[in-house]
């Protein structure tokens, strides 16, 4: 069972650069085609600053932590049965190649279903800029098996 | 509040079937490199038959779903729920609709309801956007 005395538990903030090269990357992976996620200048001319930061690439600079297992350690996590639940985001500015992110994850949540057979964990994040100005806010809800063949 | 039959939704985005490279490809570029994902001795030792496509990818497939649509800047909120695992071969298809259009803040906010299917229309991911339908002048863009 996971240890609920975790609720609140801030994990350890860390700060990244939204680098030009990774938003390519990204496109490539997710077949994105579109000029104003590849290019400056299409970028620009469509009245960004530089190349956006697409819808959910801020979960990507999540994981850029430089203790990504933090978490799963913390809570003893099983990875093979372990799976996304949930996961939103809020946006109150976009983020453009160039910006330094804040990232500020807590553990808000832990709870029970099915008798156990399955534990949910919520982890929500702040996402600031250099100049403290707020970016956005990410929630992810992970779910735990812990027993018979994972689901 | 209106219903959104009159303004145009989102148009349905088909993906390719999802492969071995896809997923590689995807864990590099999001560090996302839980090895369920990528590695078929890891997930078969986990008591998968194989591995299996991130959620966020599918995710990611919804935000190419909505940028076709509108731009980004006029996303306000965007949450899904993984509802099954999208396994190798699986032939993805986005769509969604304006579920209603209400007033915020001087803004016109639609709630478009977002859902990644198989191809046998089995819902893999099902969600909620809400973006803002008239331009803000010199807001949000920076």
């Known amino acids: ?151 | 509040m209106s219903r959104g039959a009159d303004s145009p939704g989102p148009q349905p985005l088909r993906l390719a079937p999802i492969d071995r490279t896809m997923l590689a490809l995807y864990a590099g570029a999001s560090s996302d490199h839980n090895p369920v994902h990528i590695d078929s001795d890891f997930a078969r030792r986990a008591g998968l038959p194989d591995v299996f496509a991130h959620g966020m990818l599918s995710m990611a497939y919804l935000g190419r779903f909505l940028t076709d649509w509108i731009p980004q800047s006029r996303i306000r909120r965007f949450s899904v729920r993984f509802v099954s695992r999208v396994e190798l071969g699986a032939a993805l298809l986005c769509s969604g609709e304006i579920l209603d259009i209400n007033e915020h803040d001087g803004e016109r906010l639609a709630r478009v309801e977002v859902r990644v299917t198989g191809e046998a229309g089995e819902l893999k991911v099902i969600g909620e956007a809400c973006v803002a339908l008239a331009p803000v002048a010199g807001t949000r863009l920076r």
């Open chain 1, 1 to 151: 069972m996971l240890d609920r005395t975790l609720i609140g538990h801030c994990l350890t903030p860390h700060s990244v650069e939204v680098e030009k090269g990774r938003l390519r990357f990204f496109a490539k992976a997710t077949g994105q085609l579109d000029p104003v996620y590849l290019n400056e200048a299409a970028a620009r001319q469509a009245g960004y600053r530089n190349i956006p930061a697409p819808p959910t690439f801020l979960f990507c600079l999540e994981n850029d932590s430089p203790d990504p297992w933090e978490l799963q350690r913390l809570l003893g996590l099983d990875l093979g049965r372990l799976l996304h639940g949930e996961q939103s985001f809020v946006y109150h500015r976009i983020a453009c190649a160039g910006d330094v992110l804040t990232f500020e994850p807590r553990l808000s949540d832990i709870y029970s279903r099915r008798d156990g057979a399955l534990e949910f964990f919520v982890r929500e994040t702040r996402v600031t800029d250099a100049m403290g100005e707020h970016i956005a806010d990410l929630r992810c809800v992970g779910v735990q098996q812990h027993d018979g063949r994972p689901v």
